[in-house]
T-cell receptor, first 115, second 110 residues
Framework: GAGVSQSPSNKVTEKGKDVELRCDPI?????LYWYRQSLGQGLEFLIY????????KSGLPSDRFSAERTGGSVSTLTIQRTQQEDSAVYLC?????????????FGPGTRLTVL | QKEVEQNSGPLSVPEGAIASLNCTYS??????FFWYRQYSGKSPELIMS????GDKEDGRFTAQLNKASQYVSLLIRDSQPSDSATYLC??????????FGPGTRLSVLP
C-alpha cells in the first residue's frame, strides 16, 4: 500500500515568509509525528498527534511553529515568519495504535531552505 | 527527561565482519524498541522492532534486548558496504511519543 507522503519535497523561501508543509499518513494510522533534522544532526521531535487526544506540542521550538491535523488524517505544519535557522529537512511519520506493532514509518521529508 | 544514548561513531568494520551497535535508555517503563537505518540524504527506514527480552533475528540482522540493563543492541552479520549508514535507536512507551537516539554512523570498508 501507499506509504507516508509529504509535500512539497523541496521548498525555498525568503526570510520572514510563512510556509506550510503537508503530510499524508498511511491509511489507518492514528498516530502522526513531525520531526526536524538539520544537516548532519539527529532527529528533533516537534509534535505528536494520537487519535483525538490533545497533541503533544512539547517539541515545538517557538510560537512561530504550529501544526494541525484535520479529520484525523492529513497534517499541516506551519512555520510563520521563517528564519534562516529554520532551514532543515522536516520529516513526518505515522504509526498504528497497536502494541506490538507501533512502528513509525517515515515519509520522504520536505527540505526547507530559508534564504 | 527520557534519554536514549548511542555512540556517535563512526564505527568502521571490514566487509564480512560483524558490526555491533549499542543503545541504552533511561526510561524503565519503555515497552517498544526499534532500530532504523538512515542513508545520507534519505529518511529513516525501519530495520527491526523488538518488544521482549532476548534476541530477534531477521536475515543478517539480530536485535538484542535486555530490559534489566536498559540496553538494546543490533548486530549486523556479514557486513556489506551497502550497510554503511547511520543507525538510529528508538524507544517508546505504548501510546506515548518515541525517543530517538542521536544515531551511530557505520562505515563498512571494502
Amino acid at each position: 500500500g501507499a506509504g507516508v507522503s509529504q509535500s512539497p519535497s523541496n521548498k525555498v523561501t525568503e526570510k520572514g515568509k510563512d510556509v506550510e508543509l503537508r503530510c499524508d499518513p498511511i491509511s489507518g494510522h492514528t498516530a502522526l509525528y513531525w520531526y526536524r533534522q538539520s544537516l548532519g544532526q539527529g532527529l528533533e521531535f516537534l509534535i505528536y498527534f494520537q487519535g483525538n487526544s490533545a497533541p503533544d506540542k512539547s517539541g515545538l521550538p517557538s510560537d512561530r511553529f504550529s501544526a494541525e491535523r484535520t479529520g484525523g488524517s492529513v497534517s499541516t505544519l506551519t512555520i510563520q515568519r521563517t528564519q534562516q535557522e529554520d532551514s532543515a529537512v522536516y520529516l513526518c511519520a505515522s504509526s498504528l495504535p497497536d502494541w506490538p506493532g507501533d512502528e513509525q514509518f517515515f515519509g520522504p521529508g520536505t527540505r526547507l531552505t530559508v534564504l | 527527561q527520557k534519554e536514549v544514548e548511542q555512540n556517535s561513531g563512526p564505527l568502521s568494520v571490514p566487509e564480512g565482519a560483524i558490526a555491533s551497535l549499542n543503545c541504552t535508555y533511561s526510561d524503565r517503563g519503555s515497552q517498544s524498541f526499534f532500530w532504523y537505518r538512515q542513508y545520507s540524504g534519505k529518511s529513516p527506514e525501519l530495520i527491526m522492532s523488538i518488544y521482549s527480552n532476548g534476541d530477534k533475528e531477521d536475515g543478517r540482522f539480530t536485535a538484542q534486548l535486555n530490559k534489566a540493563s536498559q540496553y538494546v543492541s543490533l548486530l549486523i552479520r556479514d557486513s556489506q558496504p551497502s550497510d554503511s549508514a547511520t543507525y538510529l535507536c528508538a524507544v517508546a512507551n505504548y501510546g506515548q511519543n518515541f525517543v530517538f537516539g542521536p544515531g551511530t554512523r557505520l562505515s563498512v570498508l571494502p
